[in-house]
C-alpha cells in the first residue's frame, strides 16, 4: 500500500460512441450500477438526450474521438464536470466498405483506420494523463481502460481490410498499453464481440451486405448478441471485480472463434 492510496468516491466511466448500440446499453449498464457516465458522442446533441434520460448525475458530450482538440477538451471536460475518471470504454466506431478490394478507396479505408485505431490512441493517451494523478485503491489500481475489438481482429472476413486492420490494431495496442501502466496502477484490456444485435446490423441485413441466418447459423450459440450482453462483458473489466486482469482480450462471441469445425457439425438451432 503506497502513501497515495485513498478510497473511492463514486466511479466515473467515460464512453465513446455512447449514444447508439453496445455503447448505449454500456451506458445503461454503468448508470444502473451506480457509476456516473459521461456520454461520448460525435453526435453530441443525442449523446446529451441520452444523458438526461440516465438524469442528472450523468453528462453528454459532442466528440469526435480522431479530433486530437475535441478528446483534449472532452475528458478535461468529465474531470471538470465529474471530478475524476476511473474508467474509459473506447467503442467508437464506423462500419467499413462493402466493396471488393479493387472497388474499394484509401480514403474510406483511412477513415476506418482513423476512428477505431486513432480515436482509440487519443481517447487513452488524453485519459492517461488524468488517471495517473489519481489515487490507487485497495488493490493498487488507479484506472481501468477498455478497447472494443472484434472477430475480426483475429479471423479473416473477405473484403473487410480497413476494419480488419484496425480491429487487430486495436488488441496490439491494447497489450503494449497494459504492459506499459500496469505498475503505474492503469489497467487496459478489450473485449472481441461476434455480431451484435443492433440497429446497424439490421440495416446491413437489410441491405444485403450481410446474411443474417448464415450468421446464426456459423455461431455455435446459433444467434447474435444483445448489446446488453456485450455491455456486461465491458463493465466486467472496468470494474473493480477485475483488478488482477490486464492485457486481456475477452471473447464475446458465442463461440464463434473457437470453432474448428464446418458449421454443418453444429447441428439444428435450437429455438427456445
Known amino acids: 500500500m503506497t502513501s497515495n492510496t485513498t478510497p473511492l468516491s463514486k466511479h466515473v466511466v467515460a464512453i465513446t460512441g455512447a449514444a447508439d448500440g ?17 456520454l461520448l458522442d460525435i453526435d ?7 444523458a ?17 482538440g475535441q478528446v483534449l477538451n472532452a475528458i478535461a471536460q468529465v474531470i471538470a464536470q465529474l471530478g475524476r475518471l476511473d474508467a474509459l470504454v473506447n467503442n467508437a466506431g464506423i462500419g467499413d466498405q462493402t466493396t471488393p478490394t479493387l472497388l474499394q478507396t484509401v480514403e474510406a479505408f483511412d477513415r476506418v483506420l482513423s476512428v477505431h485505431l486513432r480515436g482509440a490512441f487519443l481517447m487513452t493517451q488524453a485519459a492517461l494523463a488524468h488517471m495517473q494523478t489519481q ?22 472476413i ?7 486492420a484496425a480491429k487487430a490494431g486495436v488488441l496490439g495496442m491494447t497489450r503494449a498499453l497494459a504492459t506499459e501502466w500496469a505498475r503505474k496502477g492503469i489497467r487496459v484490456n478489450a473485449v472481441a464481440p461476434g455480431y451484435v444485435a443492433t440497429a446497424l446490423v439490421a440495416e446491413l441485413a437489410e441491405k444485403g451486405a ?8 456459423r455461431t455455435p450459440m446459433g444467434r447474435m448478441a444483445e448489446p446488453s450482453e456485450i455491455a456486461e462483458s465491458i463493465f466486467f ?12 482480450t475477452l471473447a464475446v462471441d458465442g463461440g464463434w472463434s473457437v ?12 429455438h427456445a
Open 52 to 68: 438526461n434520460t440516465l438524469g442528472h448525475h450523468h453528462i453528454g458530450l459532442s466528440c469526435d474521438v480522431t479530433d486530437e
Open 259 to 270: 470453432l474448428g469445425a464446418p458449421d454443418i457439425a453444429l447441428g439444428d438451432i435450437e
Open 22 to 38: 453496445i455503447g448505449w446499453a454500456t451506458a445503461q449498464l454503468f448508470a444502473a450500477r451506480g457509476w456516473q457516465v459521461a
Open 210 to 217: 450481410i446474411n443474417a441466418p448464415a450468421i446464426m447459423q
Open 237 to 248: 473489466l472496468a470494474s473493480p471485480a477485475s483488478s488482477y486482469v490486464t492485457g486481456a
Open 135 to 156: 489515487g490507487r485503491d485497495a488493490k493498487g489500481n488507479r484506472g481501468s481502460i477498455v478497447n472494443i475489438g472484434s472477430i475480426a481482429s483475429t479471423g479473416g
Open 44 to 50: 453530441g446533441r443525442l449523446a446529451n438526450e441520452r
Open 158 to 164: 473477405p473484403g473487410r481490410n480497413a476494419y480488419s
